[in-house]
């Protein structure tokens, strides 16, 4: 029970992270739909090998977020022909539009994956990175929390 209520704990602050970076402080719904369009974007966008191996590295909370509405018998063993085609799919089947256009979906999804890159230990961030479209990797000077 306690280790369920420190995973509650390290999820909504998360969700209280990711609400400051995405300019919606204390929206920590709208923060939690981004997080999990973004999640499910890249583990359609990516191979089953590179989507487990993201796994391996997620924390508990995020795993379960990146493994929400998933079957495993969807998965393809090549990367989708856009990252943004799968986002516009996540966008729709949550209701809301927060991707509005390229320019929005790089935004939004490169603050969340500072978040996302700043609960994994630091030698295995580079999991990420490595699969991620070139627009989207971040360097790890961008990590730092503003003060």
């Not at 209520?5 to 998360?14: A, T």
């Not at 924390?59 to 079957?71: A, C, G, I, Q, T």
Request: aromatic residues 10%; hydrophobic residues 40%.
């Amino acid at each position: 029970m306690i280790r369920i209520q420190k995973l509650n704990h390290r999820s909504f602050e998360l969700f209280a992270e990711l609400s400051r970076e995405l300019d919606c402080v204390g929206d920590t719904i709208k923060a939690e739909r981004i997080l999990k369009k973004v999640l499910q974007a890249l583990r359609n966008y990516m191979p089953l090998d590179c989507s487990i191996e993201i796994v391996s590295v997620l924390p508990p909370h995020l795993k379960s977020l990146y493994h929400d509405e998933w079957k495993i018998s969807q998965a393809k063993d090549w990367f989708s022909f856009s990252f943004y085609e799968e986002l516009k799919k996540a966008d729709a089947h949550y209701g809301q539009r927060d991707f509005h256009d390229n320019g929005k979906a790089v935004e939004l999804t490169k603050k969340t994956l500072k978040v996302i890159y700043r609960s994994i230990p630091d030698q295995k961030s580079y999991v990420l990175n490595q699969w991620l479209p070139e627009e989207l990797k971040i360097d790890t000077n961008e990590l730092l929390i503003a003060c």
